[in-house]
């Protein structure tokens, strides 16, 4: 039986790993054009040899990857650079035309030979071509059997089920082994004195005891000059990039120490060679563990900062942060010493009970620590006194529902464990808890780049601050420049810290998640779907994979709104399109990468797209008529997010351009759903389109015998105090009509926004009824019409008289 433990490999090798796979390609294809084919064709033949073998383990499996991948990118680039040059004789030999017959006239000895070379050239590139073309597709084939085997392999180690915790003799079989796991121990250790001795014994010990010891001297002086470096703490209104130093202070001070110390050990006394290849082996796993225990402490310490509210870089309260620091800490340790006892079962060559039983054990330390951390931070309840909200409507900002959110994860986290050690996955379970507590650290020194790369961007590089102008001095631009290009520059390295985070968290065990299918697929046999077979597990990724590529492009949207656009000069409607736009690309890349995840091929969906037209024509044809309306809106931009419209008797400000309508928010508050192809194929009036400026007519009714010029005179100097109107055009008087019992008189001015024109009509009103009365014109009363009474058709004219 597999032995389900976990495997923890080093960090360090897997980026040097890493690193050396980058690097390859780029030395790899000088030598391959010096030698032949021959070079890549042997390569592939040992790889392939290798891969015959039975019991490999994932990390031989991971070199014959590594020696495949650059052999690969190597015969692609010689296929690229092979295929235009054979189109390029062949096109020169095409141009000289076909061997002249024998009956035809003898043509030129040069044409001749030039044929023959240009022949001999397409033969010799087109043999090079199709081996290189072979070569390839057979690395590839290797490629796709190793992650096959890494797929098994994984899956099996991980998923294997054993007798479960709740099983007595699952701690009966554990105890027996207690005392092998002693007498193993005993015998590495004496081992290890027979190694010591064997190099000198005691006295061997001499020199690594005084190179420790002057580093502990160093140690000592590098700690004094540190507290004298120590940043005091910082207090509420401190600037960011204080607070950020600060963590990051913490952070160093908390994870440096203990683990240079470990790994300065180590080092000491492997380089005096007093350490036996399994010692070396448990040392390794002992520096390992210390660092990640140090590293989770100074995190935790960091961003928590349990006693130090001023310096909390999350909003948490003080209670809060306590417990989930003692959380991080304590299931970092608990995980770290796991480490060292199940490389300590490797080296002794442990029974399998002892390494279940250890994974066991640590799954169930953090899980209880968990469950206790959720059970004392819980949310208080509601006092009888305070009013309940209605559902849906308590008021709940992004804090609140991302804790929320976070315990239900916690939660969830604790059933899972509880239920795969109950039902004996115990491999299983120690995988996922080990994973969390590794994904933890990374998010919060992830966490910690993103504090400082903020603070940075928005104290150092922002056109507001002297810091930012007097770096766009120095750079050359200016400094709304220089501010969009920080902007940038950081959401790229924040993406790449983001990337290289989920590349460690996730493949710290040599294989990634996505490859655990081969063993699912002896459950699940798959939904067939005419001819394509698609396995539960593809279906679930690609479900994951559309997730989480919808999220990416929400976060995107996002940073777009909230740091970038708003920092370009840009107007806002032209960046609510392009946040709109991004969003639809968003959707559709989601959706392509789902289909190819499930193996459905775009062209098979082009002709279903294309027997569905018919369809589509008829049964959805508002549908896509909306949608392709919309997209003009989005690219036109005819109508604009801000700009007040009226259309089909609604008048409003648009709020939002989706898809399929167009919110209007009416001047009583109310929201207007519109079609968006009401907008394009109806007539729209568009106060804002060109300019926000707006023109508004007031009518004054005056006696006869009021001085004409003198009206003219009051009207526009109201006119011209107020602050909205605009001088240029200057507001106008016109004497319009020639009423029955006054002057009609208009005053039109121009304001320098259209949504302000009722205010400003209003004001003129008050500022010109004050002016009349002052000046004594008293503006006509209009008498009411006589009343008329209605003589019923059956009355007499004496009946009336009387």
Known sequence: MPKPSIRLVPAVRRLFAVFALCLLPLSVPAAFAQGSLDDARTQVEKAEENLTRENLRDRDLEEIKLQLDPLRDVLQARVNELEPRVREVGVRLKELGKKPDAEAPPEDAKLTAEREELEKRVSTLDGEL????????????????????????????????????????????????????ARGVAYLFSDWWAWVEAKGGESALVPPAIALGMFGVVCLLIARWWRRRRPSDVSFDAPRIAHARAAW???????????????????????????????????????????????????????????RKARRLLDFDADRAVQLHQLVVWSSRVFAAAIVVNALHKAVVAPLSLTLATSAVMTLAITAFTAWTLWATKPEEPSDEEDAAPDGEADEDVNSRAQRLLRLFGWIVVLVCVVALAAGYVGFAAFFIGRLVIATVLIGIVYLAFAMIDATVSEGMMATTVRGRRAAGMVGVSPATLEVIATIVSGLVKVVLFTFAAVVAVGPWGVHVVDITSTFSEVFFGVELNTIVVPVTAVAGAIALLFGVLVATRLTQGWLERNLLPRTRIEPSLQHSVKQIIGYIGIIVAVILALGQIGIDLQNIALVAGA???????????????????LILLTERPIRVGDTIAVKGEEGYVRRISVRATEIETFERSSVIIPNTDLITG??????????????IIAVNIPYDTDPDEVRDILIAAACEHPQVLKSPPPRVFLLKFGDTALQFELRCIVSNVDYSLTVRSDLHFAILYRLRKAGIVQPVVPPLPELVR????????TLTS
């Open 130 to 181: 199709k081996q290189a073309k072979l070569l390839l597709l057979r690395s590839e084939q290797l490629a796709d059997r190793v992650t096959e085997r890494r797929r098994a392999l994984f899956a099996a180690e991980v998923f294997s089920q054993t007798s479960g915790i709740l099983n007595p003799q699952f701690w009966t079989r554990t105890i027996a082994a207690l005392a092998l796991e």
């Open 791 to 798: 003589r019923p058709a059956e009355a007499s004219p004496e």
């Open 683 to 696: 007539v729209v009036k568009n106060w804002t389109h060109g300019s926000p400026t707006g023109r508004i």
């Open 249 to 307: 202070h913490v952070f160093l001070a908390g994870a440096i120490p203990a683990t240079a110390v470990a790994a300065v050990v180590l080092t000491v006394f492997r380089v005096s060679e007093l350490l036996s290849p399994r010692m070396l082996d448990l040392g390794h796993s002992i520096v390992l563990a210390v660092g990640l225990a140090a590293l989770a402490h100074g995190v935790s310490d960091a961003v928590l900062a349990p006693g």
């Open 612 to 630: 569905l037209s018919v369809g589509i024509g008829f049964g959805l044809q508002s549908i896509v008529s909306n949608f392709v309306s919309g």
